[in-house]
Nanobody, 123 residues
Framework: VQLQAFGGGLVQAGGSLRLSCAASRRTFSSASMAWFRQAPGKERVFVAAVGWGGGTTYYADSVKGRFTISRDTAKNTVYLQMTSLKPEDTAVYYC?????????????????WGQGTLVTVSS
């Protein structure tokens, strides 16, 4: 099982960035996929999740209306489109996988994790 997250970088406040997470077909199919983030000195927290079919999404209140999660089954990839970025969005972003419902926001609910990609939003 392998998840690889990429697309992070430095962006100014108000800007946009798109993260990608590539998975093996076995990892990706029939699984809910999610993004979490961890700011320096803080716990890892839920950002967004998408169900295996792509039609069900779930967001943390802090990113609703600004971030969009989606998945491309043909490419075994999940995306996180981030807009109107704020300095408080600065964190290492991780993709994660679980079987079952995407309406799970706890870290322990996910069984496989990517290595993380750093997003830095400057003010």
């Amino acid at each position: 099982v392998q998840l690889q997250a990429f697309g992070g970088g430095l962006v100014q406040a108000g800007g946009s960035l798109r993260l990608s997470c590539a998975a093996s077909r076995r990892t990706f199919s029939s699984a809910s996929m999610a993004w979490f983030r961890q700011a320096p000195g803080k716990e890892r927290v839920f950002v967004a999740a998408v169900g295996w079919g792509g039609g069900t999404t779930y967001y943390a209140d802090s990113v609703k209306g600004r971030f969009t999660i989606s998945r491309d089954t043909a490419k075994n990839t999940v995306y996180l489109q981030m807009t109107s970025l704020k300095p408080e969005d600065t964190a290492v972003y991780y993709c994660a996988r679980r079987t079952g419902s995407p309406y799970i926001s706890g870290v322990s609910g996910y069984d496989y994790w990517g290595q993380g990609t750093l997003v830095t939003v400057s003010s």
